[in-house]
């Protein structure tokens, strides 16, 4: 069974805006996005996500437009560990399961839904294909994602890269409500 939700982010740190309109079944989601900030320019971004079976990202589509130009980005994992941008190989990136698109509370999903840290306890550590707004290049990024209990309408889950950590809220479907200091949801 699939299920439609469109979301809505008031996103703070690019004092901006995000939808995303995503279809999630069993173990897989899509979704398409469009969002629009002012930091660190101001700039438009449209993106395609797809994930293959078990929450995997397969492709990652995206446009950004500013005042220096249009960009985009075609990310392929190969479900193998391997990933490309437009054919040519990312080594740096390899063995990673996700993308974690900058200033976007959605890709935040994956691995939570993928580990269920939305519902019940545990720490999971993952390296991500992250790619910077609006730049759109792709570096490698650590982050560890902890349940730390569950709330009235979900979870709070702790994400840490680096130095940084920040504890956001996830609502019953695993996707992001709260994420303090980057994005809230609107209701």
Avoid: K, N
């Avoid at 629009?36 to 293959?52: F, S």
């Avoid at 200033?103 to 993928?114: A, D, G, I, K, Q």
């Amino acid at each position: 069974m699939t299920t439609t939700h469109v979301i809505t982010w008031d996103v703070i740190a690019s004092r901006g805006y995000e939808t995303a309109w995503v279809e999630r079944g069993e173990g897989v989601l899509r979704a398409r996005g469009r969002a629009v900030g002012t930091v660190p320019e101001p700039y438009w971004i449209a993106y395609e996500l797809d994930t293959a079976d078990g929450l995997v990202t397969r492709r990652l589509t995206v446009t950004a437009d500013s005042a220096s130009g249009t960009r985009t980005l075609d990310l392929r994992h190969d479900g193998g560990g391997r990933w490309t941008t437009g054919g040519v190989p990312l080594p740096d990136v390899d063995g990673a399961l996700d993308c974690d698109l900058g200033l976007c509370p959605l890709t935040h999903t994956m691995p939570v839904l993928r580990h269920g840290l939305h519902r019940m306890p545990g720490e999971r550590e993952f390296v991500m294909a992250w790619v910077s707004v609006p730049q759109l290049t792709v570096r490698p990024s650590r982050q560890t994602y902890t349940h730390l209990g569950r709330t009235r309408h979900g979870a709070r889950v702790r994400y840490a890269s680096g130095g940084f950590s920040a504890d956001l809220e996830f609502d019953a479907d695993g996707f992001v409500a709260d994420y303090p200091g980057l994005a809230r949801r609107l209701r």
